[in-house]
């Protein structure tokens, strides 16, 4: 690592921000509207799903879209990662694509069936909910470490599977089923919103008793992660860390027993997510994939990551820009007859 | 089967699913762009119709669009790993490209032109539907150049086996993009023409939503018969190209085996492989010579010219190829025909000609699937031509792996699509909204029954569908 300088030093690590930040928006955007399939269980009636729908139906497909740039991301700035990791995930990969194809088609077919959409009902929320199994399967078996000889992977079709993975998996679920019930809180009214606030209580509770066994758990089995955490002076300079994020767990607690808060329930729970996800990242760093490809170790040839960060520094802005356009547009809260089928 | 070939079978499958919708959407966008930029300008309430009738018929195929080729982004790293590695460096960036400058433009103005029906202006709205057709058009840009350079690789160096970039503007222009470009745009729009002009024959037949039926037809065949004949040219000329830059694939998609003189057109044949002949052939003499090398007595390298190792297997590509290049032939035909018709005034009264473009919606879809059977099996034995084989680019993945992975694809890609094409079915059936022609509700559902009224206001009135 010291012999490398200049560029070559920093050039891969602004494209793990690229990268990272495409994943971060991924989990944030898509975990809401992932999270209104997992939540449809318990709202059965057609009036609050096809709100709920509603509510989200704008916006999905952009969402969707950074998962596409999170694995292109990759493909693009750190090839070889790319092709460790895929084949190492490859089951909840592919299994997490077909969930996603479940619920993808269902924000549109679920109208044209009408009257008889429960069959799209069905496959919006356990595609959702499989999708979101998936991805914690995905992130445990990430952290708990590929098997690699001469540069390939070289492990079974089910190394990902871990005690450490299905919690993660679970972990998610209630994760974005907090950011479905706080977004319901947020752009509903009624007795749905009503309703979502006393679920997102619940998916808060469990959202923090998951994050504190994560945390106990993280560092015990992965002793590089513990020493990381647990040393000083880190210690010291990453405890804001676990303090920001009980103080958004207080947060986010208050504006969900209140009547009248809207927003807080839902941003703080955004908070916690991106909290979780730093935390995550200062496990990992400097590795993709842990424990042995770092970032520099992976990555493509210089001149194509400049080629691609050019387009980042001018497209993402805009991207940022018109994806903030369409939010507003469809701010404030669903009405009943939002939907344009 | 071995891996490679279940891999293969596995991209085959899904990119030929995923390439439908594109297919449809990227005219289908600049379509509708056009009818509410008409709406906007003449105030015609029929263009208005038109546009969020096809705007629904839009957003499934889309939708569709979106959850098939998701996958895609991954299974160059779940299935083509070792592709994935070489070609990172350079294809990557490409699809990169794709995603920050299209897919997120469509995506989000999607979300816009949906929606947005009563909360944004009409010129927004036409806007928007814009954007999606700019953002289309841009996705086959960057996709095509990808897939291009995979056919023409230029502008990079091999080192280590890995493939570095070395003058960007050479890659992304490599020697066969612009034509493919051209050629798969064409394509696209003319596959949404035929679609259109189908729809509009079929409601004129019935004799239901005339207004929209008409300008649905002309401009369908208006669209053929220009783009068609523009087609026939655009082809040509990417056959010429490919001559120049992958001469085996031109001989293996004329079962051309042995240079022995000017080139015969073979029309029709069996092609044996193993005895590299071709059976039961009808042949035009030097016909061959004149499309390729526009000379009569030109010659034209063959099968026999190349290492074994380096040809690709004929039956496919051979027939592929005809029925491509027949459908072409049968497009421009269907537009002229409805060309001179229309000069005749009888456009919309020629009973036979209704009923033939009523059954032409797929042509387009088949003339695409065809085309690309036809370059990318004429690729073979290599993905990256003349530098990587595609037995040496797959993932270290079992095969049991990946026959369960394409099992669970097949499966419910089958069923997922077959039902949201049945439901396009069901929307064309129903009609474009608001037309208060000759449909008649049901004696029992009147609408001043309650049931009804209800679901009247609640979605739109399922009037019975006209029978076409």
């Known amino acids: 690592m010291s012999a490398l300088s200049g560029a070559a030093y920093w050039l891969p690590l602004i494209c793990a921000a690229v990268v990272g930040f495409a ?29 709920m729908m509603n509510s989200v139906a704008p916006f999905w497909d952009g969402n969707e879209t950074w998962l596409v740039l999170g694995g292109t991301g990759l493909l693009v700035m750190f090839p070889h990662a790319y092709a460790v990791v895929m084949p190492a995930l490859y089951v909840p990969l592919i299994t997490m694509l077909l969930a996603l194809v ?6 549109e077919f679920r109208w044209v069936a009408k009257p008889h959409q429960a069959k799209w009902d069905i496959a919006f929320s356990a595609g959702s909910i499989v999708a979101a199994l998936c991805q914690g399967f995905m992130l445990g078996g990430l952290l708990g470490g590929t098997h690699i000889e001469l540069g390939h992977f070289a492990g079974g079709p089910f190394d990902w599977l871990t005690p450490f993975s299905l919690l993660c998996g679970l972990g998610l679920v209630v994760g974005y089923a907090l950011l479905g019930a706080t ?142 356009f369409v939010y507003h547009t469809f701010r404030g809260k669903v009405r009943a007859d939002e939907g344009y089928h | 089967m071995n891996a490679v070939l279940l891999a293969r079978l596995q991209f085959a499958f899904t990119i030929s699913v995923h390439i439908i919708f594109p297919a449809f959407t990227i ?16 105030g015609r309430e029929h263009f208005h119709r038109l546009a969020r009738f096809w705007t629904k018929i839009f957003a499934v195929s889309f939708a569709m669009g979106v959850v098939s080729g998701i996958p895609m982004s991954y299974e160059f790293g779940s299935n083509w790993s070792r592709f994935s590695e070489v070609a990172g460096n350079v294809v990557g960036p490409m699809i990169g490209y794709e995603v920050l400058t299209a897919f997120f433009l469509e995506a989000t103005f999607l979300g816009v032109l949906l929606f947005g029906w009563k909360r944004t202006p009409p010129w927004l709205q036409a806007t ?64 949404t023409s035929l679609v259109v002009l189908a729809v509009g024959a079929r409601y004129m037949l019935v004799g239901v939503f005339q207004d929209e039926a008409r300008t649905m037809m002309r401009m369908g065949v208006g669209m053929l018969a220009v783009l068609g004949p523009v087609q026939l040219l655009l082809g040509d000329q990417h056959g010429l190209n490919s001559l120049q830059h992958q001469p085996a694939k031109i001989a293996a998609m004329e079962a051309h085996w042995r240079d022995t003189g000017p080139m015969e057109l073979v029309l029709i044949a069996l092609p044996d492989e193993q005895a590299r002949v071709n059976r039961a052939a009808i042949v035009i003499p030097h016909l061959g010579s004149l499309i390729l090398t526009h000379d009569w007595n030109g010659r034209v390298p063959a099968l026999a010219d190349f290492a074994a190792n380096a040809q690709p297997r004929v039956t496919v590509i051979f027939f592929a190829f005809r029925i491509m290049v027949g459908i072409g032939l049968l497009v421009i035909a269907l537009g002229l025909t409805g060309a001179v018709l229309w000069r005749r005034g009888r456009l919309f009264t020629s009973r036979w000609y209704l009923l033939s473009v009523g059954w032409a919606w797929p042509l387009g879809f088949i003339a695409i699937l065809a085309g690309w059977l036809t370059t990318e099996n004429g690729r073979q034995p290599y993905v990256i031509y003349g530098i990587l084989r595609t037995q040496d680019a797959t993932s270290p993945i079992a095969a049991g792996t990946v026959a369960a992975s394409l099992a669970a694809f097949v499966l419910v890609y089958g069923v997922v699509f077959s039902i949201g094409i049945y439901y396009i079915r069901k ?17 029992h559902e009147l609408p001043n029954q309650p049931l009804a009224s209800a679901r009247e206001s609640t979605r739109e009135s399922r009037a019975q569908p006209p029978v076409i």
């Not at chain 1, 479940?102 to 924000?107: D, I, L, M, P, T």
């Not at chain 2, 966008?29 to 003449?42: D, G, H, K, M, P």
């Not at chain 2, 059936?429 to 049901?442: D, E, K």
Request: charged share 10%; glycine share 6%; hydrophobic share 60%.
């Open chain 1, 23 to 51: 994943v971060a928006m991924y989990i944030v955007l898509d975990g809401f509207d992932l999270g209104i399939g997992i939540l449809f269980p318990f709202f059965p009636r057609e009036i609050d799903r096809d709100q």
């Open chain 1, 102 to 107: 479940f619920r993808g088609v269902a924000f």
């Open chain 1, 183 to 324: 977004w319901l809180v947020m752009k509903t009214a009624g007795t749905l919103e009503r309703r979502a606030r006393r679920s997102a209580r619940l998916l808060l509770t469990g959202v923090l008793g998951f994050i504190v066994l994560v945390s106990i758990w993280t560092p015990l089995e992965f002793a590089r992660i513990g020493a990381r955490w647990f040393s000083w002076p880190n210690m010291l300079y990453l405890a804001p860390v676990p303090l920001a994020t009980a103080f958004f767990a207080v947060v986010c607690w208050r504006g969900l027993a209140s009547r009248r808060v809207m927003f807080s329930p839902f941003y703080s729970a955004v908070a916690l997510f991106v909290l979780a996800y730093i935390g995550l990242v200062i496990s990992i760093m400097p590795y993709l994939v842990p424990p042995s490809i770092s970032v520099w170790d992976a990555a493509a040839a210089p001149s194509s990551q400049r080629f691609v960060l050019i387009g980042v520094a001018i497209l993402v802005p805009f991207i940022l820009g018109y994806t903030v």
């Open chain 2, 27 to 42: 005219g289908l966008s600049a379509f509708i762009a056009t009818l509410l930029i008409l709406w906007q300008r003449t």
């Open chain 2, 128 to 191: 928007a539907a814009l954007l999606i057709a700019v953002g289309t058009a841009m996705s086959a840009f960057w996709i095509l150049s990808a897939n291009s350079w995979m056919q023409t690789p230029a502008g990079h160096v091999m080192r280590g086996g890995i493939a570095y970039p070395v003058d960007w503007f050479a890659i992304i222009f490599n020697p066969s993009f612009p034509y493919r470009l051209a050629h798969m745009l064409t394509a696209a729009y003319l596959t």
């Open chain 2, 427 to 443: 929307m064309i059936r129903h009609g474009p909204h608001g037309a208060a022609v000759a449909i008649s509700p049901l004696p």
